[in-house]
């Protein structure tokens, strides 16, 4: 499915930041192709590999 990110909002661990193990995980917003939004769970390491920001479009795999 291609998606159109429409914004990207970083997770709050609070005072003691990512648990030990976790990987910094981001909430995005996200609209599919056939016009459907959603929020998705991604890791920043993933968005920031595939240079995507705010406008990106890019496919998953469910």
């Known amino acids: ?3 159109t990110i ?7 661990y609070g005072c003691e930041g990512i648990p030990d193990g976790e990987e910094l995980m981001c909430s995005v917003r996200v609209r599919d192709e056939n016009g459907t939004e959603k929020l998705l769970r991604i890791a920043d ?16 795999d469910e």
């Open 1 to 3: 499915m291609r998606y």
């Open 6 to 12: 429409l914004d990207i909002y970083d997770e709050d």
């Open 45 to 60: 390491s993933y968005l920031t590999e595939n240079d995507l920001n705010r406008g990106s479009v890019f496919e998953l």
